[in-house]
Each structure stands twice: as C-alpha cells, then as structure tokens.
C-alpha cells in the first residue's frame, strides 16, 4: 500500500474552517482517484468526497471541496461553515477508480482529527 500523511485537523468553534491535506507517496500519484471519508464516535465510516484523476470532484456537501494537486502529490478537503455534527476523524484514501465505497480504495492514510465546537 501507498503511504498516505494527513493533516490539518484541530479543534475550531462552529461556523469556521479548516483545510485538511493528505500527502501521498505514490508513484504515478496522478493515475489514482482521492477520497476523503470521515468517521464519527459510535458511527460507521462515511464517504465524503472525490477527485478523479483529471481533477473532477463529487462532494457530498455544499460546504465542502475537495482539489488535488498533483505536483505536491497532496489532495485537499477545504471545508467551510463547520457544525458540531462534522466532528470526526477523517481519512483520506487512494485507488484506482472513482467511488464512494470503501472497498474500491488500496490506501488508506492514519486519520486526522476534526473537533467542532459549540
């Protein structure tokens, strides 16, 4: 599997911001498809965004984007008007093709904290 870095995560009040950034050591870094998933305390692991390898993106909420930037080999969830709710640890991954499900995914990065207050 490829190595995947994240970071960005923290602690921030309700209504602000964070940009997360996952940094991948992978060969050929711009064949692969970049998800981003989130998992919250007692819940299963959701998805929550895509780019494709040309750069187009599926995100699952208006107050999230995800990008990629292939000379960095980084990919990137921006996500703005944060709400208790988005309190989870999230996860970047890699694979082959676009998808929402877990299983079509080969790496998998460590996870980075996301805490949003009231």
């Known amino acids: 599997q490829v190595q995947l870095v994240e970071s960005g995560g923290g602690l921030v009040q309700a209504g602000g911001s964070l940009r997360l950034s996952c940094a991948a050591a992978?060969?050929?870094?711009?064949?692969?498809?970049l998800a981003w998933f989130r998992q919250a305390p007692g819940k299963e692991r959701e998805f929550v965004a895509v780019?494709?390898?040309?750069g187009g993106t599926y995100d699952t909420d208006a107050r999230f984007t995800v990008s990629r930037d292939n000379a960095k080999n980084t990919v990137y969830l921006q996500m703005n008007s944060l709400k208790p709710e988005d309190t989870a640890v999230y996860y970047c991954?890699?694979?082959?093709?676009?998808?929402?499900?877990?299983?079509?995914?080969?790496?998998w990065g460590q996870g980075t904290q996301v805490t949003v207050s009231s």
């Open positions: 992978a060969r050929a870094f711009s064949n692969y498809a």
């Open positions: 780019v494709s390898p040309s």
């Open positions: 991954a890699l694979g082959p093709i676009v998808s929402r499900e877990e299983s079509q995914y080969t790496s």
